[in-house]
């Protein structure tokens, strides 16, 4: 939240040209292009959408749909890994809107994206890199 104004340009160029455009696949209402942007300002710091590369946190490449705590290799919480929890739509979108309270001693520390409209094309963008 507070991040997204300070270097929310930067960083979106940046991404940009690494992630070359978004999927048009699952766009419909949603905006899959300004969800890209949201999650360049928002995620990238510690989160790579690319199979397979881990950051401070796990790729995030098929996500939406699939179980939590899967990728290989990831040091997962304890409180992820056991939450038994199915990232679909209904359940990433709180989890992004507020992750210590959806996963209570989770590591990922993340404020939260406030914006409804904002989680609605972000979600809309993972999901047109592939889902499970
Ligand atoms: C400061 C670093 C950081 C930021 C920023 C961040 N995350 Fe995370 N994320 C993590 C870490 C670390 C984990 C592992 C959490 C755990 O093990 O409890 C994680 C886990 C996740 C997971 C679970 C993945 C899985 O394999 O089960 C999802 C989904 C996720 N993040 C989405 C997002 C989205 C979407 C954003 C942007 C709105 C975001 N994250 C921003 C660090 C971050």
């Known amino acids: 939240m507070a991040t997204s104004t300070a270097y929310g340009l930067s960083a979106?160029?940046?991404a940009?040209?690494?992630l070359g455009p978004a999927s048009p696949a699952g766009a419909q209402t949603a905006n899959v292009k300004h969800g890209g942007e949201v999650f360049a300002t928002e995620?990238?710091?510690c989160?790579?959408?690319r199979e397979g590369k881990d950051k401070k946190g796990p790729s995030l490449f098929?996500?939406?749909g699939?179980?939590?705590a899967q990728?290989?290799?990831f040091a997962y919480s304890e409180a992820l890994r056991g939450s038994?929890?199915?990232w679909t739509r209904e359940v990433l979108d709180a989890y992004v809107a507020n992750p210590q309270k959806a996963m209570p001693g989770g590591k990922m520390k993340y404020d939260g994206l406030a914006s409804a409209p904002d989680r609605a094309d972000l979600l809309a963008y993972l999901a047109s890199l592939g889902t499970k």
């Open 62 to 64: 098929g996500v939406v």
């Open 66 to 68: 699939a179980a939590a």
């Open 43 to 45: 995620c990238a710091e």
């Open 84 to 86: 038994g929890a199915h």
């Open 16 to 18: 940009i040209v690494l």
């Open 71 to 73: 990728r290989a290799g």
């Open 12 to 14: 979106a160029a940046i």
């Open 47 to 49: 989160h790579s959408v």
